[in-house]
């Protein structure tokens, strides 16, 4: 009898010895940036704000053995990856603006997807996708390249061409005007391309978590969002800025 139940004993004393290294080869590896930035104040605006910078960047998911990704911080794997995509677009308040007098406020949008990268020594292209909840449920998308450049083993510095794109729901909420206003006559702006521009990127890597960033953007709007009366009213040219301070984690389940 002892011997009948010292076996299961034994089997489950095994199974809870190796849960923790079982929970060794389940991580997931990524960073958060927090900072501050510029932006026009609505798209197609010609003045602009000050924003917050949030971010999400996705660094590797391992699970049995199988590591999908580069740790952050690290220089990428060259080949194909995956990424998150984030974009925070801040609200449109009529009140705030002469000119939008007529128009219908947004609220403040939150915009989440993924991404697909692919990447070499010095170069890399990709493509991300991202789905709108809030102010607006639209979706958009960028396509772009980038040059990199490596100083040393703490810079890192990246830069090339932006295309940005976005469905019939997204344009005509930002670009489009639903009736006749005093300032605006009735629009309805259709997806696509809508803008093209380009970004310039430098990283500083502090230590193995920690890491300063910042980036400038310029944007020609294009196409629907350029022949908006809205962005008629404001400007066909887009900055943005940012810096903000990034920390990697490492989580283990």
């Not at 890192?156 to 061409?161: D, K, L, N, R, S």
């Not at 909420?173 to 009736?179: A, E, L, N, R, S």
């Amino acid at each position: 009898m002892r011997l009948a139940l010292s076996l299961p004993l034994a089997s489950c004393l095994a199974i809870v010895a190796a849960l923790p290294a079982a929970a060794q080869d389940r991580s997931i590896n990524f960073a958060l940036r927090g900072g501050v930035g510029a932006a026009p104040d609505y798209p197609g605006a010609s003045s602009y704000r000050a924003t917050p910078d949030l971010a999400f960047t996705f660094g590797t998911l391992e699970w049995g053995g199988r590591k999908i990704g580069t740790n952050i911080g690290e220089a990428p794997k060259t080949g194909f990856g995956f990424t998150g995509a984030f974009r925070y677009l801040g609200e449109r308040d009529s009140s705030d603006h002469a000119e939008l007098a007529g128009l219908e406020d947004i609220d403040a949008a939150v915009e989440l997807g993924f991404g697909v990268v692919y990447r070499e020594v010095n170069w890399q292209v990709f493509g991300k996708v991202r789905r709108g909840f809030g102010g607006h449920e639209g979706v958009t998308g960028d396509i772009g390249g980038d040059v990199i450049f490596r100083p040393d083993e703490r810079w890192t510095i990246t830069a090339g061409p932006r295309f940005s794109l976005g469905n019939d729901t997204y344009a005509d909420t930002y670009y489009g005007v639903d009736t006749a206003t005093t300032n605006f006559a009735a629009y309805e702006a259709g997806g696509g391309l809508l803008g093209a521009g380009v970004e310039v990127e430098a990283t500083y890597r502090l230590d193995e978590a920690w890491a300063l960033e910042g980036a400038v953007a310029y944007q020609r709007l294009l196409n629907d969002a350029a022949d908006s009366p809205i962005t008629q009213a404001g400007s066909e040219d887009q900055w943005t800025m940012r810096i903000g301070v990034s920390r990697a984690f490492t989580w283990r389940f």
